[in-house]
Structure formats: C-alpha cells, structure tokens
C-alpha cells in the first residue's frame, strides 16, 4: 500500500513568511508524529497525534509552531514568521495503534529560510 | 536530562568485517530501544524493538541487543548494501515519544 507522503519536497520561503508543510499518514494508522532533523543532528521531536486525543505539544520550539490533524488523517505543521534557524527537514511518522514505535516515515520536506 | 548517544559517529568496515555499533542512555526508566536503518534522503524505516535487558533480535545480517545502560547493534559480514546510518531511539518514562541520538553513519567498502 502507499506510504506517508509529504508536501511540498522542497520549500524556499523568505524570513519572516508563513509555511503550511502537509502530511498524509498511511490509512488506518492511529498516531501520527512530526520531526525535524538538521544537519549532523538527530531527529527532534515536535508533536504527536493519536486518534482523537489532545496532541502532545511538548516538542514544539516556540508558539510560532502549531500544528493540526484533520478527520483523523491529514496533518499541518504550520511555521509562522520563519526564521532562518528554521531551516531542516521536516519529517512525518506514522503508526498504527499497538505498534506505536514502529513509525513509518515519510520522505520529508526540506524546508530552507533565506 | 535524558539523553542517547551513539558511537561511533562514522564507521568504515571493509566488506565482511564485523562489527558493532553502540547505543547509550541516560533515560530514566527506559520502556524500549528502537534501531532504525536511514538511507541518504530517505526518512528512517524501522528495524527493531528492544525493552527487556537481555533481549536480542535479528534480522539478516544485523543483531540488536540490550542491556540496563546501553544498546549495541551488531553487524556481521556487512555487505556494501548494508552502508546507511543507524539511529537508536528510547522511550521515555510513560511519554509517548521517543528521544533519537544522531546516528552512526556505516560505510562499507566492496
């Protein structure tokens, strides 16, 4: 079946513009996970989704980063007033319920703020 | 803080030479290790589970075990194909998210 997909592949953004990232988790998986990974660093958790629970937050750097999940599916990050120190890739994970650390990851978004 | 820690950060193996790569904590109760496998501009797919000291899994040519303070990846006689980064992860507490270290990035010469 297919996998997580992600939106755009590439996003050049000038500092100080708003950027909507998308994902769109395999159907039927429950949780759903965002990262970020820059260069030479490991993945940094963002915020996670499960079903139609409160998301967990606790990974979000500042209130300039919010993110939603629609219907259970389709999930947002949303950047607003970019920074250059935003620049990474942006990774989607998702997984199914009973097997929530077995996370499927998309290809990402690279995200670069000039 | 809780942490993991991968070493080393960059391994070159001729084709067939053994080795391990090596996954530390600092995570108070730990509730599972996880190995991932990330191939450049790919995202990372999922390798193993661990959360018992003690326990191991296989797959092919790699072997993941664990003890009370650090995780250890085996690979024996890698193949070219099996050149990628490896990244740990733990579980923290009864969080529902996973801490990764930065990776070992495996190289292996034909």
């Known amino acids: 079946g297919a996998g997580v997909s992600q939106s755009p592949s590439n996003k050049v953004t000038e500092k100080g513009k708003d950027v909507e990232l998308r994902c769109d988790p395999i159907?039927?998986?429950?949780?759903l996970y965002w990262y970020r990974q820059s260069l030479g660093q490991g993945l940094e958790f963002l915020i996670y989704?499960?079903?139609?629970?409160?998301?967990?937050k606790s990974g979000l750097p500042s209130d300039r980063f919010s993110a939603e999940r629609t219907g259970g599916s389709v999930s947002t990050l949303t950047i607003q007033r970019t920074e250059q120190r935003d620049s990474a890739m942006y990774r989607c994970?998702?997984?199914?319920?009973?097997?929530?650390?077995?996370?499927?990851f998309g290809p990402g978004t690279r995200l670069t703020v000039t | 803080e809780d942490q993991v820690t991968q070493s080393p950060e960059a391994l070159r193996l001729q084709e067939g030479e053994s080795s391990s790569l090596n996954c530390s904590y600092t995570?108070?109760?730990?509730?599972?290790l996880f190995w991932y496998r990330q191939d450049p501009g790919k995202g990372p797919e999922f390798l193993f589970t661990?959360?018992?000291a003690g326990e191991e899994k296989e797959k092919e040519r790699l072997k993941a075990t664990l003890t009370k303070k650090e995780s250890f990846l085996h690979i024996t006689a890698p193949k070219p194909e099996d050149s990628a980064t490896y990244l740990c992860?733990?579980?923290?507490?009864?969080?529902?998210?996973?801490?990764f270290g930065k990776g070992t990035r495996l190289h292996i010469l034909p």
């Open positions: 994970a998702s997984s199914e319920r009973g097997r929530r650390y077995e996370q499927y």
């Open positions: 159907s039927g998986h429950t949780a």
């Open positions: 989704f499960q079903g139609n629970s409160a998301p967990d």
């Open positions: 995570v108070s109760g730990l509730r599972g």
């Open positions: 661990l959360y018992s």
């Open positions: 992860a733990g579980r923290l507490n009864r969080d529902d998210k996973i801490i």
